[in-house]
């Protein structure tokens, strides 16, 4: 489950109490609670942030006008759900921690193993914490499934069902290809695309079970303490399979499907004039040699459309509820992903559609709604800031930067580079502006620079052009200056991953 709503309670010490004081209109009376709300795998593609102007998301959209602000350009910092959620939740880098994929195990990295993670921090300075969905990247363990029901006080296994299809699509097999995507990235899970319509109604359904549960605690006052919950949304991972309610929103006539180029690729080479990539990527041939386009991505709409419309459930919730002016909401996709663009579906790789991702806050006091903050941030940042937002002592572990000045003001200048990191040694910095990717090891240190001012779609890689060079120099002197080697992997664990993921599903 990916998506991840926060809701944060100041902390029940006297400092958080001080800081709480009813003269000062940026500040409860009562101590923050905490909405850390997740979504597997969501993109741009959502109304407020204009990714899709064919995008149905009427609550997401209500949310950002009523009560949130909308994070314009919010990063990751990495580009697949293991090392993405390990560095949010710890509050390092994956260039720190070594975990750089899906295969390795954040309680088996010896940089990270030890470290105190977002929950455990808040559950140590006061509140109570609880959680149901994918928070953590799920991992097998002689014990059983990892889940990092260790992190919380009280962990929630999910629950629904499905219950069948009412029909089902594969481009794989309408086109021929192998059922593993082409063009997967080695070490990590494979993700063969498919898509339909399940059986069961919405209300059966692991995503709506889930916002239930979610909205059924804000009816308990957590024996007065403030309170810490992560929910973690399973859709639109793959498989897109929802209720045919949500394709139906989408007649595949009206589909426009994204505008592909297939050169997109051709201008990314190393020092020896080498191109770095095939000309596509993932599932793209799939989906390309069956005609699908149209297909998948109104697939992915149905997902997003459905994610929507559970979430509404939970929104509504706390808007009756007796914690409504006093909890804190994150809402944060773990990644972005391509639906075409750049010749590719999926993850993995360090591009806009891959690096930017959605965001949003709310904090009752501070955050106006209905505004949009061009401030550059990065999902590691927002460990320091909910520890800063509710009056806990720093971390001086964090590596990110609380981004609490730009809440109270989002027209503040905050375009300091973020960086995102796939994979050992290759970073992207964005400063809102320009992106400059560099990759190492293997890759001879290709690199590449896009002006969004010009090309937002990164169409044009400059960094051959001789004025470039200056803008480039200035990025490269921000990479890390340490990369930790690849902390070990679960490659033992593999047939109990394979038996985990057919005993309680592969989301």
């Known amino acids: 489950m990916k998506t991840i709503l926060f809701l944060a309670t100041l902390s029940l010490s006297s400092a958080a109490f001080a800081q709480a004081s009813p003269n000062k209109p940026d500040q409860p009376t009562k101590p923050y609670n905490v909405l850390f709300i997740a979504v597997d795998d969501l993109n741009d593609w959502v109304g407020c942030f204009g990714g899709n102007s064919q995008a149905i998301t009427p609550n997401l959209d209500r949310l950002a006008k009523e009560q949130a602000m909308v994070m314009n350009k919010a990063y990751c910092a990495s580009t697949v759900c293991c090392p993405s ?4 939740l710890t509050g390092k880098r994956p260039s720190t921690t070594g975990i750089y994929g899906n295969t390795q195990d954040l309680k088996k990295a010896p940089k990270a193993k030890d470290v105190v993670t977002l929950p455990e921090y808040f559950a140590k300075n006061g509140y109570h914490t ?34 069948g299809m009412l029909w089902e699509e594969s481009p794989s097999s309408a086109s ?21 319509a399940c059986k069961a109604a919405v209300e059966e359904t692991k995503d709506y079970v889930a916002c239930q549960w979610a909205a059924d605690q804000l009816k308990r006052d957590f024996d007065g303490k403030p309170f810490f919950m992560a929910l973690g949304i399973s859709k639109p991972h793959l498989p897109w399979f929802v209720p045919q309610q949500f394709f139906d929103l989408y007649p595949l006539e009206s589909i426009k499907p994204v505008e592909i180029f297939r050169d997109d690729l051709d201008d990314i080479v190393d020092a020896n004039g080498k191109r770095l990539f095939k000309a596509s990527i993932g599932s793209f041939d799939a989906i390309d040699k069956a005609n699908m386009h149209k297909q998948a991505q109104r697939a992915y709409l149905a997902n997003i459309s459905y994610v929507d419309h559970c979430l509404g459930v939970l929104f509504d919730a706390l808007k009756k509820s007796q914690h409504a002016d006093n909890t804190i909401l994150m809402l944060w996709g773990d990644h972005g992903w391509h639906l075409g663009e750049k010749t590719k579906y999926g993850k993995t790789d360090l591009w806009e559609e891959s690096d930017r991702v959605p965001f949003m806050v709310r904090v009752p006091g501070m955050t106006p709604a209905n505004v949009k903050c061009d401030g550059v941030v990065n999902l590691l940042d927002m460990y320091p800031t909910l520890v800063e937002l509710c009056g806990l002592p720093p971390n001086a572990e964090n590596e990110g930067r609380s981004f609490v000045p730009l809440l109270k003001d989002p027209k503040l200048e905050w375009n300091h580079p973020t960086l995102t990191t796939y994979q050992f040694s290759n970073h992207s910095l964005t400063d809102g502006r320009y992106r400059y990717t560099w990759y190492g090891g293997k890759a001879n240190g290709a690199e590449e620079l896009y002006d969004h001012r010009t090309d937002p779609l990164e169409h044009k890689n400059l960094a051959a052009k001789p004025e470039s060079k200056e803008i480039m120099a200035k990025f490269k002197a921000l990479l890390p200056a340490h990369n930790e080697p690849d902390s070990p992997t679960n490659k033992d664990d593999k047939k109990a991953m394979r038996k985990a993921g057919k005993k309680k599903g592969t989301e």
Do not use: C, Y
Not at 85 to 88: D, F
Not at 134 to 142: D, E, L, M, V
Not at 182 to 188: L, V, Y
């Open 85 to 88: 959620r390990s560095a949010i």
């Open 130 to 163: 609880l959680s149901t969905g994918k928070i953590f990247h799920k991992h097998p363990t002689s014990e059983g499934m990892d889940e990092g029901q260790w992190a919380f006080q009280e962990f929630v296994e999910g629950g629904g069902r499905n219950k």
């Open 176 to 196: 021929g290809e192998k059922a593993d995507e082409k063009g997967q990235e080695k070490g990590e899970e494979k993700e063969v695309t498919k898509w339909g």
